[in-house]
């Protein structure tokens, strides 16, 4: 544990990186008028070192969560017609998760 709480370089600069990054993510929410805590929740995770996040691959991923947001929409207007898919989609989806 003192290992991971030693004072290496860079870490002031990442700490802060990371506390405006959440605070930024929840300013946003309560401006967009849906104050959730996962904001600054998934803004933090987004923000942790062992994400690999960098400038070129960003595009890919905004894109590819674009299009699973459109995909999901359109399966949950499927599913909001046919009820007895909503047992087998929520069995699938709790499979995968788990």
Known sequence: MWAELAPTPGRWRRSVVMGLGTMTAL???????????SAPIVA????????????RNLLPR????AV?????????????QLPWLVLLAFFAGVALIA
Request: charge should be positive; aromatic fraction near 12%; hydrophobic fraction near 60%.
């Open 62 to 65: 905004l894109l590819l969560t």
């Open 27 to 37: 300013m946003l929410a309560w401006t967009l008028q849906v104050p959730r805590f």
């Open 68 to 80: 699973g947001a459109v995909a999901s929409i359109t399966v949950a207007g499927v599913l909001v």
């Open 44 to 55: 933090f995770f987004g923000l942790l070192p062992s994400n690999v996040c960098t400038w």
